[in-house]
């Protein structure tokens, strides 16, 4: 459908196991050396991603790893194994802290960051280790690592001629989606919204191939192909002022993609919430990060640095979420 397929798929979607292969109480908490909870809680969120911390548990990466210094997949299997298999009730994420500067440039250590940044640079430096300094990949093949596998999907943008109604289709993958909630009051709503066509304003005037000159157009953005783990950052930053929105915006533990795709007609297919992070505090810029995260038990946990605490679904979905996991 115009979408370029992949010459070669680095990691096969098949191996991909996203039900828990051990079952275990959670592991360990995560002590916060000053400002670092920003990151503890992505950490905490991604152990808890059950595909990703299947194969991280299955020694598969580091086994055929040749990177040489830093390794970003090497480095999260040995701190996701380090996590949910200690006795200790907190452990200290040594290594991640160690290799800040490697995972992002703008990262300082001791200065308060924002987590959803930390997810983005993570995801991609875990994705640049999975590529291993493959340089002769085309574009659709480098999105076939696992990092893409789980967390990646593609956008579908279609421009409508309001003259003509000739479509002008183009895809995007994806590895996280940003809302603006300034409007909203559910997830529903924010999502519905997205998907409803826009008519474009006269700056981002089309030129129709059909037409042959400059019209107007309507766009409409759908998910195109879902993400098997899809992560929704529910904007707290005022575009325009700056200042956090703090109010509760409404999202469900189960999520039906279906309405947002570009094929509405098939089956239902529904996500689970697993994890959710939450920033509390009066500005953006200030504050403090936790999370909630659903373990292999099946159970709810506040993970909150060095404390792991027992909590029910009811909490969990009466937060002020920043961050929303859902997997397939």
Not at 91 to 98: D, E, F, R
Request: net charge positive; hydrophobic share 35%.
């Amino acid at each position: 459908e115009g979408m370029a397929l992949p010459q070669r798929i680095v990691f096969p979607p098949e191996k991909i196991c996203m039900d828990w292969q051990q079952r275990q109480r959670p592991g360990a908490g995560l002590f916060n050396l000053g400002n670092t909870c920003y990151i503890n809680v992505i950490l905490q969120c991604l152990t808890y991603t059950p595909p990703l911390a299947n194969y991280l548990l299955s020694y598969e990466h580091s086994q055929s790893c040749q990177q040489q210094g830093f390794c970003m997949m090497c480095t999260m299997e040995a701190h996701v194994r380090k996590v949910l298999c200690s006795s200790a009730s907190a452990i200290l994420p040594g290594a991640v802290l160690k290799d800040l500067k490697f995972i992002g440039e703008e990262f300082e250590y001791g200065r308060q960051e924002n987590a959803y940044e930390f997810l983005r640079c993570t995801l991609s430096a875990m994705h640049r280790a999975c590529l291993g300094g493959r340089r002769n990949l085309d574009a659709s093949s480098r999105e076939s690592t696992i990092v893409h596998q789980i967390f990646g999907g593609f956008m579908k943008s279609r421009v409508t001629c309001l003259s003509c109604q000739a479509v002008v289709d183009s895809y995007k993958a994806f590895l996280d989606v940003s809302l603006d909630i300034r409007a909203a009051s559910s997830l529903t709503t924010v999502l519905e919204d997205c998907v409803t066509p826009k008519q474009l304003d006269q700056r981002e005037c089309f030129r129709c191939s059909k037409c042959k000159r400059k019209a107007a157009a309507s766009k409409r953005v759908t998910v195109h192909r879902a993400p098997r783990v899809l992560t929704l950052c529910l904007e707290r930053a005022d575009q325009w002022t700056g200042t956090k929105i703090s109010k509760f915006v409404e999202y469900p533990e189960y999520l039906d993609l279906r309405p947002y795709m570009s094929d509405t007609a098939g089956e239902p297919l529904l996500c689970s919430l697993y994890a959710i992070v939450v920033h509390s505090g009066d500005t953006c810029l200030e504050g403090h990060f936790f999370c909630y995260t659903k373990a292999s038990n099946g159970l709810w946990y506040k993970m909150d640095d060095e404390s792991v605490d027992r909590c029910d679904i009811h909490t969990v979905l009466r937060q002020q979420a920043y961050l929303l996991f859902y997997a397939r």
